[in-house]
């Protein structure tokens, strides 16, 4: 009888602390992610600026290492290589990330000779491992995309993205200029392009 208390107290305890956990997470996504339909908004005004603003948020503060396919680490700031950034937070695990891969390849085939893309596999080496991404990738007829592995949730850590998919729009002078989590509107996000570019 003893037992069982203490195996109904504990489970309780875990319980509150998994609802804690999960308020304090959602507070902090939902404090530093913007409305899908505000990206092509915001990203019209940091077109129109010469400059980031002094309160704007970085590239460079946020910047992470991820790896390609072959185990070579690569910065962020590399990637963009001067270039405005689309980094997606995904996994082969996330039905979202999974459906709105299609959309992603075909804004990645109009725009990848004026947008750096970087699509970062969340890979905790559990849940989600690069064999995987790589061959989910493969088969379903998505290589040609830039892949990269957060194999130490540098990347993932630094934007908050721990809802999936999560998608992070960054202009060419490195100001980030959104981070929203959820499925992308490929309308929205061809808009936002086009004024960065």
């Avoid at 937070?89 to 750096?116: G, H, K, N």
Wanted: include cysteine; aromatic fraction near 10%.
């Amino acid at each position: 009888m003893a037992g069982s208390r203490r195996g109904a107290l504990l489970a309780l305890i875990a319980l509150v602390a998994l609802l804690v956990v999960g308020y304090v997470g959602y507070d902090v996504l939902s404090s530093r992610q913007e409305a899908p339909s505000s990206v092509a908004g915001e990203a019209q005004e940091a077109a129109a600026a010469d400059a980031p603003a002094a309160d704007a948020v970085l590239l460079a503060d946020h910047d992470a290492t991820v790896y390609t396919d072959l185990g070579e680490p690569l910065r962020l700031s590399t990637i963009a290589d001067g270039r405005p950034l689309v980094i997606n937070f995904w996994a082969t695990w996330c039905p979202y990330c999974v459906q709105e891969m299609p959309d992603y390849l075909d804004i990645y085939r109009d725009y990848a000779d004026r947008v750096s893309f970087a699509f970062v596999d969340v890979t905790d080496g559990q849940r989600e491992t690069k064999d995987a991404a790589m061959t989910w990738l493969s088969d379903n007829g998505f290589a040609e995309l830039p892949a990269y592995f957060d194999s130490e949730l540098e990347a993932s850590t630094a934007f908050g993205a721990w809802s999936l998919p999560t998608t992070v729009v960054v202009s060419t002078d490195g100001e980030v200029l959104t981070i929203s989590a959820g499925a992308i509107d490929p309308t929205l996000m061809r808009g936002a392009l086009n004024t960065l570019v």
